[in-house]
């Protein structure tokens, strides 16, 4: 923990940062074939926004850059023993807590730029399953507007099919990355909170769920069942099972392919996972909340509290019965009125914030966090009635 009056850029980021460019610099360009455009930000201070479609897109956003700036990260990165103690000695990412309000992480970033550097985040704050941008929160407007900083908007494309979210594997493909705009103060200075949400929303957005781009890979659907969970034939939950470009389910039997441009070929009635999950949300929100004896989906899990700097076992392995109002895990029950945010962590993790305790559910390795996303923010919308809202993601 950094005592209050210690500066929070120490000399030796400066070395760490050119040398994690040296080394994603490699690796992008050897697994990514990436291409990037240089953005001079040596003499001003700026406010970088990126869409999220890779795991590293912060990491590729700094190629572009000669100095660095500081990163808005989840608290998920903290927990990991050594490892976050090193992210923290050599970067000094700003912990946020991951779809909850984190006033701490603004007072850092407003200390960071009294010293004369840059703050950069997603807005989206999860990385898309789809290719479309995801959902921004409306009070990144309050941040803007608050901060007073030119705002910088970076957009890497082509990640979605080089690495989609929901694979282990990158495809053969190309991701490229550059400065698309740059949104001055006196832009949006006299604009509402609103306005200026609305401007940085339209400047991030981008739609690569269908845009022919060719990405060569044998094991197109590799666990595309940790973002689809509804079959479209049958109705079942869980049932879809990926195996190299086939995707099908065990319960009916209907399958299709993926070929190199992410379209489906075969028994399901989409072309691409854009419009199943459109489909997917569209059920999500159909159904009725409260009173239900019978759990929507049942499986085995593993549940960890998150503390800083680790992660302890709660239940290493327990049976997690998923209902329209609240989640069981083992003996514990934990209702969606308690529960203030819930997010999908990576590819195959969820946490949950419940009451000062912050949780993770994982499992196996196609594991869909997202349907108890899905489910607990369609309870909040109906008791708010906000029937077509946020899903989650």
């Known amino acids: 923990m950094k005592r209050k009056n210690q500066r929070w850029?120490?000399?030796?980021?400066?070395?760490?940062?050119?040398?994690?460019?040296?080394?994603?610099?490699?690796?992008?360009?050897?697994?990514?074939?990436?291409?990037?455009?240089?953005f001079d930000n040596r003499k001003g201070q700026y406010l970088f926004f990126y869409n999220h479609q890779t795991a590293?897109?912060?990491?590729?956003?700094?190629?572009?850059?000669?100095?660095?700036?500081?990163?808005?990260?989840?608290?998920?990165?903290?927990?990991m023993g050594v490892l976050s103690k090193i992210i923290r000695y050599t970067q000094a990412p700003i912990p946020f807590k991951k779809s909850a309000s984190?006033?701490?992480?603004?007072k850092t970033c407003v200390?960071?730029?009294?010293?004369?550097?840059?703050?950069?985040?997603?807005?989206?704050?999860?990385r898309t399953f789809t290719g479309v941008t995801n959902h921004i929160k409306p009070s990144v407007g309050k941040l803007v507007k608050m901060l007073k900083l030119p705002v910088v908007i970076f957009i890497v494309r082509g990640g979605y099919g080089v690495l989609p979210r929901y694979a282990d594997r990158p495809r053969r493909g190309r991701v490229s990355g550059r400065v698309e705009r740059v949104i001055t103060y006196d832009e949006y200075k006299d604009l509402s909170d609103e306005e200026t949400y609305e401007l940085i929303r339209d400047a991030l957005y981008v739609d690569e769920?269908?845009?022919?781009?060719v990405c060569k890979s044998r094991r197109q659907a590799e666990y595309l069942e940790r973002a689809l969970y509804?079959?479209?034939?049958?109705?079942?939950?869980?049932?879809?099972?990926?195996?190299?470009?086939?995707?099908s389910c065990t319960a009916c039997g209907a399958k299709a392919t993926l070929d190199d441009t992410r379209v489906f070929h075969g028994d399901f009635p989409f072309r691409t996972v854009l419009e199943w999950t459109q489909w997917q949300d569209k059920q999500v929100r159909s159904l009725p909340v409260g009173g239900d004896e019978t759990p929507y989906y049942r499986e085995t899990v593993r549940l960890r509290e998150l503390v800083p700097g680790k992660k302890i076992v709660?239940?290493?392995?327990?049976?997690a019965r998923l209902f329209s109002d609240r989640m069981e895990i083992g003996d514990l029950v934990f209702p969606f009125d308690e529960i203030s945010a819930m997010t999908v962590c990576g590819k195959m993790r969820m946490d949950f914030y419940?009451?000062?305790?912050?949780?993770?559910?994982?499992?196996?390795r196609r594991f869909c966090a997202l349907k108890y996303v899905n489910l607990y923010y369609h309870y909040r919308n109906k008791k708010e009635g906000a029937e077509d809202g946020f899903l989650g993601i």
């Open 102 to 106: 984190d006033f701490a992480a603004i």
């Open 354 to 364: 419940f009451g000062e305790h912050t949780y993770q559910l994982t499992a196996d």
């Open 111 to 126: 200390k960071i730029i009294r010293e004369g550097y840059s703050i950069a985040l997603s807005p989206e704050g999860n």
């Open 230 to 247: 509804l079959c479209p034939k049958c109705g079942k939950v869980g049932t879809l099972y990926s195996k190299g470009r086939t995707f």
């Open 9 to 38: 850029h120490k000399p030796r980021h400066v070395f760490f940062f050119g040398l994690s460019k040296l080394l994603v610099g490699i690796y992008a360009k050897l697994v990514y074939r990436y291409r990037g455009e240089k």
């Open 314 to 319: 709660v239940r290493k392995s327990a049976e």
């Open 56 to 79: 590293l897109d912060q990491n590729l956003m700094y190629l572009s850059l000669p100095k660095q700036p500081y990163t808005v990260a989840t608290e998920d990165i903290f927990t």
């Open 209 to 213: 769920s269908d845009s022919g781009a």
